[in-house]
Nanobody, 122 residues
Framework: QLQLMESGGGYVQAGGSLRLSCQASIETYRMAWFRQIPGQGREGIAT???????DYADAVKGRFTIWKDGAKNILNLAMNNLQPEDTAIYFCAAGVVGGSYLWLSDRTYSVWGQGTQVTVSG
């Protein structure tokens, strides 16, 4: 059974960096990172498939990097030049719903981690 657990959130000043990790219990082909501000929907920010192919939302392109340690089933997200608008709860996701091809839509994934808070001060 696929389970996900994030780690690595925290507090950082604007311009700083953080790294998030997500341990998957089993190997999975496609994974993604989402974030959510309280009261709003989940925003897809990065996805990876086949351990190397990636895609990013415009809001984080050039600042965030997603990669995966396939041997250990660990998904990572390096976040650089963080800004206050990046403050959110960050989730990893996997378990693609059959027939869905919107890789940065939360409707595409059926398994979610518990989330980790990232707070960026201005």
């Amino acid at each position: 059974q696929l389970q996900l657990m994030e780690s690595g959130g925290g507090y950082v000043q604007a311009g700083g960096s953080l790294r998030l990790s997500c341990q998957a219990s089993i190997e999975t082909y496609r994974m993604a990172w989402f974030r959510q501000i309280p009261g709003q929907g989940r925003e897809g920010i990065a996805t990876i498939w086949g351990d190397v192919a990636t895609d990013y939302a415009d809001a984080v392109k050039g600042r965030f990097t997603i990669w995966k340690d396939g041997a250990k089933n660990i998904l990572n997200l390096a976040m650089n030049n963080l800004q206050p608008e990046d403050t959110a709860i960050y989730f990893c996701a996997a378990g693609v719903v059959g027939g869905s091809y919107l890789w940065l839509s939360d409707r595409t994934y059926s398994v979610w981690g518990q989330g980790t808070q990232v707070t960026v001060s201005g």
